[in-house]
Structure formats: C-alpha cells, structure tokens
C-alpha cells in the first residue's frame, strides 16, 4: 500500500476536508483494516468497512487501485442549515417537475397530489444534517482492463 500524502480541501460552505490519497493492490487488499482515520473518531470502523466495501466494487484484481478519503471537520450549526436548505429546494424543484409532467396527462388535483407525493418521498430519502455531523466521502479509481473506472460512496456519521 503507497500512501501519496494527506491533504485538506475546503468545500461547498465552507466545510473542509482532510483527505487521504492511497494506492493498493488485490494482494493488500486485507490491510485495509489496518487503516486508521482520526477524524472519524469512534466510527473509524465504520469509515474502514467503507473504504473495503468500495475497494470490492472496484473489482481491481491486479491492477492499481487509487482511493481518496476525505473525513470532514464536524459541521458547524450554519453549515448543517445551508445543507438542509440544499435538501429543501431539491425536494421542492422535484415535485414542480413531476407536478408539471402529471398536469400534462392528469387532471390538476391528479398532479398536485403526484407533486405532494414526490416532495415527500425527496425529503425521506434525502438526507437531515445535523451540527457536529462528520461527512466522509471514498472515491476509487482503476486504470486499465476495460478501462477507466471510477466510484464515489458517501457516510455521514451522526453526532
């Protein structure tokens, strides 16, 4: 496993990332565990079992695998709000989106309740941030074989 350095990111609102860059192999595959992330405190487990599953997705095999795992400072009050702001005007341009489709082959009450269903539906799968939430984010990439690969997995670990 090379490590080729650690360094931070600052992001949307101004949240900052500390990010680990890795190369591995099918044969280090198991050293993964060995891994320890600070920022993630108690959940670094959680953060390990992360990083193996998106290694397995990969399916590198003999090839190079290139991982970058960015760990969050915990969010403050104001940035948890500007995400869930985020969340909010989601949901709401989705169901304009399906109200205005259903209104098109329904009647209105038919598509305003298509709408209402949908911003609802938005906001159960979306997630709620909360101050002192820690965002982790694993990206991995493989050159080679059938060609450029890429993935991108998300956690967020809850205060």
Do not use: W
């Amino acid at each position: 496993m090379k490590f080729e350095g650690t360094f931070q990111y600052m992001g949307n609102h101004g949240i900052v990332f500390n990010i680990s860059q890795i190369t591995l192999t099918d044969s280090e595959r198991g050293r993964l565990r060995e891994l320890h992330f600070g920022e993630a405190k108690n959940a670094h487990y959680e953060v390990n079992s992360k990083v193996v599953e998106v290694y397995d997705k990969m399916l590198a095999k003999n090839l190079p695998c290139l991982m970058m795992i960015g760990i969050s400072k915990p969010l403050t009050r104001q940035q948890g709000d500007a995400l869930n702001a985020q969340r909010t005007t989601i949901a709401n341009l989705a169901a304009t989106a399906f109200t205005a489709a259903a209104k098109a082959v329904a009647p209105s009450y038919v598509a305003i309740s298509v709408g209402a269903g949908v911003r609802t539906y938005a906001n159960e799968i979306l997630p709620t941030y909360h101050a002192g939430d820690v965002l982790v984010s694993i990206e991995a990439q493989v050159n080679g074989g059938i060609g450029p690969q890429r993935t991108l997995s998300t956690l967020i670990i809850k205060t």
